[in-house]
């Protein structure tokens, strides 16, 4: 096989390699820009105030039997009963403001750290807590305190 051959033969292997992620992250990805509009739209017919707007956002896992262990890109929210994620993938997952305990933020969260993120942590009744990554984690923390009624460190 010549020079010529092994260049092309490399070109074609790239290329098809190429195609097969396209194909499945292009899918992704759409999902991912139209989660946004589905959660304002599934929000809007709940007739619940909304507290923080639909934001994209990371599931970190749960350690309660109740929610998901496996983490999760998706869109999350905050309104005056819930806090809503739903993800690209796996079921919705909705946390009672009711059932709030507690709001802490840490850079570990179930044996696990992401360069340069903060979790939000939020302890569930049952000893169970819920992780979540947001791109303003104070902010975040403070409206879970707010929602749930508990008292917001100053």
């Known amino acids: 096989m010549g020079p010529g051959a092994i260049v092309l033969l490399v070109a074609g292997i790239l290329l098809f390699v190429g195609l097969i992620q396209a194909a499945v992250w292009i899918p992704i990805v759409r999902k991912l820009r139209r989660l946004p509009e589905r959660v304002r739209a599934e929000l809007a017919a709940s007739g619940e105030a909304v507290v923080r707007a639909p934001?994209?956002?990371?599931?970190?896992?749960?350690?309660?039997?109740?929610?998901?262990?496996?983490?999760?890109?998706?869109?999350?929210?905050?309104?005056?009963?819930?806090?809503v994620f739903r993800g690209i993938?796996?079921?919705?997952?909705?946390?009672?403001?009711?059932?709030?305990?507690?709001?802490?933020?840490?850079?570990?969260?179930?044996?696990s750290?992401?360069?340069?993120?903060?979790?939000?942590i939020?302890?569930?009744?049952?000893?169970?807590?819920?992780?979540?990554?947001?791109?303003?984690?104070?902010?975040?923390?403070?409206?879970?305190?707010?929602?749930?009624g508990l008292p917001v460190p100053s």
Do not use: N
């Open 55 to 83: 934001e994209r956002g990371t599931y970190r896992g749960s350690s309660h039997p109740e929610f998901p262990r496996a983490a999760g890109t998706g869109v999350m929210a905050l309104t005056e009963r819930r806090l």
């Open 113 to 120: 750290a992401r360069a340069g993120w903060v979790h939000v």
């Open 89 to 111: 993938a796996g079921r919705p997952i909705d946390v009672p403001t009711a059932r709030i305990r507690g709001v802490r933020q840490d850079t570990w969260f179930r044996s």
């Open 122 to 148: 939020v302890a569930v009744d049952g000893h169970g807590e819920v992780g979540f990554h947001a791109r303003d984690p104070d902010a975040w923390a403070q409206a879970l305190l707010r929602a749930a």
